[in-house]
Nanobody, 117 residues
Framework: QVQVVESGGGLVQPGGSLRLSCATS????????MNWYRQPPGKQREFVAG???????DYEDSVKGRFTISRDSAKKTAYLQMNSLKPEDTAVYYC???????????WGQGTQVTVSS
């Protein structure tokens, strides 16, 4: 059974930091790209950051220099370190595990991040 579970969300003041975790089970983790998406209130889901199975990293422009994505194959977990948070970062953050070649795509249930004073 495949599981993708996010944790680490919460309420933080502007300028603060949070670290999101995405724990997986039931997948061959090393073969998957791990991505973070977010869905702000009233808006569509958008790409935030991704790390490929080979280690290539991409970021959405507005988070470059503030967010850092990483993965730990031993723990089958991906992370999103978020620094210098802004109110516009408020969203539900989703973890995605994607293996394009095998057309496997899994999503977590999301974790709420609220940036507010």
């Amino acid at each position: 059974q495949v599981q993708v579970v996010e944790s680490g969300g919460g309420l933080v003041q502007p300028g603060g930091s949070l670290r999101l975790s995405c724990a997986t089970s039931g997948i061959m983790f090393s073969a998957y790209a791990m991505n973070w998406y977010r869905q702000p209130p009233g808006k569509q889901r958008e790409f935030v950051a991704g790390v490929s199975s080979g280690g290539r990293i991409d970021y959405e422009d507005s988070v470059k220099g503030r967010f850092t994505i990483s993965r730990d194959s031993a723990k089958k977990t991906a992370y999103l370190q978020m620094n210098s948070l802004k109110p516009e970062d408020t969203a539900v953050y989703y973890c995605n595990a994607n293996w394009i070649a095998m057309r496997r795509d899994y999503w977590g249930q999301g974790t709420q991040v609220t940036v507010s004073s």
